[in-house]
């Protein structure tokens, strides 16, 4: 098997820290009154989204977890992952859509260069 890339390595971190912070995240409320009780209330009413929040942030961990082991399946979740992202961000501000492509950008520049390929076939 190939060694592992380095840019694999930091991606797969990033993506396993970005998960695992927005989980956090997630569980903690706010830290004024106001904003805690708008938290719970929203969760309240919008169950489903705060289980989608989690699922796709889960995702994240996931795919950095085996994207460090080499699996390939992991590298196209994450590639996913940025374009769902992606995507969200264009219904929001054009600067966060623009960051957005950007980071896809960079994030597919680096795993799917061919030696980066070749760590995911395993030869």
């Known amino acids: 098997m190939n060694k592992r890339p380095g840019s694999v390595t930091v991606i797969s971190w990033v993506f396993i820290a970005v998960g695992v912070i927005?989980?956090?995240?997630?569980?903690?409320?706010?830290?004024?009154?106001?904003?805690?009780?708008?938290?719970?209330?929203?969760?309240?009413?919008?169950?489903?989204?705060h289980a989608l929040q989690f699922t796709v942030n889960l995702l994240a961990v996931v795919g950095g977890f085996f994207m460090l082991r080499g699996f390939n399946w992991a590298r196209w979740l994450l590639a996913g992952w940025m374009i769902f992202h992606v995507v969200l961000s264009a219904f929001h501000s054009f600067s966060e859509a623009a960051v957005h492509i950007l980071l896809f950008s960079v994030i597919g520049y680096f795993l799917f260069r061919p030696g980066v390929s070749a760590f995911f076939r395993g030869s």
């Open 22 to 49: 927005a989980i956090f995240a997630g569980w903690f409320p706010p830290g004024d009154a106001p904003a805690t009780q708008r938290v719970a209330e929203s969760k309240a009413q919008q169950p489903v989204e």
